[in-house]
Structure formats: structure tokens, C-alpha cells
């Protein structure tokens, strides 16, 4: 079944609610940069992060930019994401694996490592992005995500994000929640919802057990009114193409193109997110640099 997001509204307005099923958007991910367990959790996990925090803040034509960099063995991970719930990614170095933790689980704090920052830059098509920067506190991703809400964004909130990786690297299911506290929200309902996130199995979990998005909103608020606002289809999606490099090779010197005409009859560029290479022949450098010299 096609990946899709939930928002909905709980009680009126107490809550804001989303909940996706990720998994063919992390599954391809991982296919295209061909990452082994831990890497495909820790992009998985920024990846369905990147999503929820892209549907509920943006709108429109915006976007967003996440960049997390702990130091740890992966390095860093770059994710795009907007407000139609697309999004796509990469990390420095997909070909990372580690012993399981104590809890026989994916050690994603240690493929991430702590000693870094989670970084959101959002375009709002105002000119000067706006970027909000906070010290990663757990590595695992999700309490991140739930730090960079409170403190950049001033928006209480809980985030779980979650992927089940097989032994063979493929992604089994993969998915999140995030839960905004509106300011109506009283403070037993807070506390029932804080309880039920502290019982309830990781999203991962759940949608092994066959539960949907719906189902798992259910589980998240079992007295309270829901009401589903929007169910909408959401994925990987790259938007690069052979004219942006284009564009970008028309950007470097000229000297530096005539050397790859000179020397290296043609050039090819290879997009950091999906992992499409584009070939460039000696005409093609040629009439690049015959068009940048014309401007």
C-alpha cells in the first residue's frame, strides 16, 4: 500500500495529531543509496522527522532543509522535505553498521552520535530563510525532533519516529507520530497523553502487527474525540534533473570546464539525494561553456 499521512484534530483543538506510514519512502532511500542497518535507521528515522515537521509547520510552495550531524560513524544526514509530505535525503556514509544496543535494537545514538547539532532551515519564499539550531540531546532522533519543536518553535510536542530494518538491510515498515499540545489542552489530558506514549510499542512495532495510521491515533487517544482532517499519499520524491547540473557546471570557471573537455572528454554529476547520474558528452560541456561566456 501507497505511503500516506494522518492529521487530525483531538478534542476539538486540546491536540494537532499526525501519524504516517513511511515505509516505501524509507524503503527507497535506502534501495537508492544502498545503506546498510544502522544508516538506513538513522536516515529512515530523519527522513520520516523531516516529513512530520514539514506537513504541520509549512504551507504552500515552502520548504524546509534538515541537517543533523552528531559526528558519529554515518556523518552527516541532509533532508529535504515540503508541504505536500515529499521528501529526500542522503548521509555521508551509507555503508555503516553496528553491533545491536542493550536493548538488541538498531544503536541509532551511536551511528548518530551526540556531539552535534539538528538544524532545520525553512524557505518560506520570503528572501532570507529562516534557521532554527538546537544540540542534538539524544541521538535517537525522535526526542530531537521533540527538542528542536519546544525550543525553536516554542510548539510542546512528542515525536516518535521508527524503522524496521531486516537482516538483508531492506526496510520491513517504517513510520512516526507527532503530537502538537495547543494551548486549550488541559493538564489530565496531557498527562493521559504522556502516559499512553510511555506504554504504547514503537510505530515500527505496530504497523508490523498490521495497525494503520488511523489505528495507531486510536491507541494514541482512546477517550478523546478525533477528528481526521486530512489522509494525504506522501514519498521520496527528487526533484534534480540534467538542467540543474547544467546550470550548475555553466557556474563553475571556465578554465575548469575546458579541462574536463581538454582532458576528461565529458563529465558526469551524480545527485546526492537520489543517487542519478547524469552524462555530460564534450558538445554538451561545449555548448555549456559557449552559453556562460555569452551572458
Not at 538546537?134 to 521508527?162: H, N, W
Not at 496531557?190 to 506514549?197: C, G, H, N, P
Amino acid at each position: 500500500m501507497a505511503d500516506y499521512l494522518v492529521k487530525s484534530l483531538i478534542d476539538g483543538g486540546m491536540f494537532r495529531a499526525y501519524v504516517v506510514d513511511a515505509t516505501e519512502t524509507v524503503a527507497e532511500a535506502q534501495q537508492r543509496h544502498d545503506a546498510w542497518s544502522a544508516a538506513t535507521a538513522a536516515l529512515g528515522r530523519t527522513l520520516i522527522g523531516t516529513m512530520l515537521l514539514s506537513t504541520s509547520l509549512l504551507k504552500g510552495d515552502e520548504k524546509l532543509t534538515v541537517k543533523v550531524n552528531g559526528h558519529g560513524p554515518v556523518g552527516a544526514i541532509v533532508v529535504d522535505g515540503n508541504a505536500n509530505g515529499t521528501v529526500k535525503g542522503y548521509l555521508q556514509y551509507p555503508h555503516t553498521s553496528l553491533p545491536l544496543n542493550e536493548k538488541h535494537k538498531i544503536d541509532v545514538k551511536k551511528a548518530v552520535g551526540i556531539n552535534g547539532m539538528l538544524t532545520v532551515t525553512k524557505d518560506q519564499g520570503l528572501g532570507q530563510p529562516y534557521t532554527g539550531q538546537v544540540p542534538l540531546v539524544s541521538g535517537e532522533l525522535g526526542e530531537d525532533f521533540t527538542y528542536y519543536l519546544a525550543k525553536s518553535e516554542q510548539i510542546p510536542s512528542a515525536v516518535g519516529v521508527s524503522v524496521f530494518v531486516q537482516p538483508n538491510n531492506t526496510v520491513k515498515v517504517a513510520g512516526g507520530f507527532l503530537i502538537q499540545v495547543m494551548p486549550g489542552a488541559s493538564d489530565e489530558a496531557i498527562a493521559r497523553l504522556e502516559q499512553r506514549i510511555k506504554e504504547m510499542p514503537m510505530v515500527s512495532e505496530l504497523l508490523l502487527a498490521g495497525q494503520t495510521p488511523e489505528e495507531i491515533l486510536a491507541l494514541l487517544f482512546k477517550e478523546e474525540k478525533i477528528k481526521i482532517v486530512q489522509k494525504m499519499p506522501v514519498g521520496f520524491k527528487c526533484d534534480c534533473s540534467k538542467d540543474r547540473f547544467a546550470q550548475s557546471l555553466a557556474s563553475i570557471q571556465p578554465a575548469a570546464l575546458q579541462e574536463m573537455i581538454d582532458e576528461d572528454h565529458g563529465a558526469e554529476a551524480v545527485c546526492h539525494f537520489c543517487g542519478t547520474k547524469y552524462q555530460f558528452s564534450e558538445d554538451d560541456l561545449r555548448a555549456i561553456l559557449t552559453e556562460a561566456q555569452a551572458k
